[in-house]
Each structure stands twice: as structure tokens, then as C-alpha cells.
């Protein structure tokens, strides 16, 4: 078996085998963004139902439900522990930072725009870091919620997601975002 050079030649081959036209990246791409949607539809079912008292809007539900069910399973047909759910939550929380920034925008406020829209595309490639094997989920450990640590925890966060104006391919999230930048591409026909 020879041996894959690069990213490029990795996602190539991974494609070939879920794809009729091996250069057709973008099919899962627009499938995440319906499953994105068809959440957004669950969830705006929910709130209806609760603010109009109508049950018919629950009713609803569970077929838009099942149907989300169905392709979620043709971009993950295999998984362990949570990583279905935490795959549903990542899109979820994406599509929603997606729809907040573009309020920002229409109001003016395009700084935290675009703030929010970088958050939703890092959601958005920490979903496919995921369910391509790209994150070590082995090395995650368990911490006790101590107040110094939990003081640790929140500065490293806050240094790591603090906007820069030229962010380096070096930490494992900028290396995924680079990598679904290449391997995601909807403009490749």
C-alpha cells in the first residue's frame, strides 16, 4: 500500500470511497449545512408549539427529526460514545453563531460579526476534525472542578480563542481549520 504525502492525498482517498465523482468534496459539506438546518427547524418547533399552544407544532417534530436522522448518518455511519450527539450539538451551536453574526452585521456591528462567524466556523471544524479521526479523544481527562484550576482553565481558554490577526497553522485547531479549508472546498465541480 503506498504510503499518503500530505493532507491533500489523505482527504483524496477518504473522498473516493464515499463518492461517485471522486472530485466532489462539497456533497458533505451541503448535507451539514441541511442537517444545520433541519436542527434549527427541531428546535423553532419547539418554541412555536410553546408559544402558540398549538401541539400540532410538536407533531412536527419527529418526522423532521427522523430525516435528520437518516443523512446524519450517510456524514457519520460510524461512531463511538457521544460523539453522535456532541456531532448534532457542534452543528447546532454553528448554524446558531451563524445566525447571531449575521444580525450583528445588519445592525452595524461587523467586528463581532465577524468574531462570531470565525466561532462558528471553528465549531464547524472541530465537527470535522471529529468525525474524521483527527482529534485524540484518548488524551481527555476528567478535572475536579478547584477554584484555581478552573482560574487555569478559563486563561488558557481565553489565550486560545483570543482573536490575532494572522493566525499561524501551528495549534491542532488551526491545523483543522486549514485542513477543512483545502479538503471542504464547495467551489470544486
Known amino acids: 500500500m503506498k504510503k499518503i504525502e500530505n493532507v491533500k492525498e489523505l482527504v483524496e482517498k477518504i473522498d473516493a470511497t464515499k463518492k461517485v465523482n471522486p472530485k466532489d468534496l462539497s456533497s458533505d459539506q451541503d448535507l451539514t449545512i441541511a442537517l444545520m438546518n433541519l436542527i434549527s427547524i427541531e428546535e423553532h418547533l419547539v418554541f412555536s408549539g410553546a408559544k402558540t399552544g398549538k401541539t400540532s407544532f410538536y407533531d412536527l417534530i419527529e418526522g423532521i427529526r427522523e430525516t435528520r436522522k437518516t443523512l446524519m448518518q450517510k456524514v457519520i455511519p460510524s461512531y463511538e460514545g457521544e460523539v ?7 452543528l447546532a451551536s454553528s448554524m446558531r453563531l451563524i445566525e447571531v453574526g449575521t444580525k450583528q452585521q445588519s445592525l452595524g456591528h461587523k467586528e463581532e460579526a465577524y468574531k462570531l462567524f470565525d466561532q462558528a466556523y471553528e465549531l464547524y471544524c472541530l465537527f470535522w476534525g471529529l468525525n474524521m479521526n483527527m482529534l485524540n479523544v484518548d488524551d ?27 493566525p499561524k497553522a501551528e495549534g491542532k485547531l488551526a491545523k483543522m481549520k486549514a485542513f477543512v479549508r483545502k479538503a471542504v472546498d464547495c467551489c470544486i465541480e
Not at 84 to 90: G, M, Q, R, V
Not at 146 to 151: A, F, R, S, T, V
Open 140 to 166: 481527555v481527562k476528567w478535572i475536579a472542578d478547584k477554584p484555581e484550576d478552573i482560574k487555569k482553565l478559563s486563561a488558557k481558554v481565553e489565550a486560545a480563542t483570543t482573536v490575532k490577526a494572522e
Open 84 to 90: 453522535w450527539c456532541i456531532s448534532k450539538h457542534l
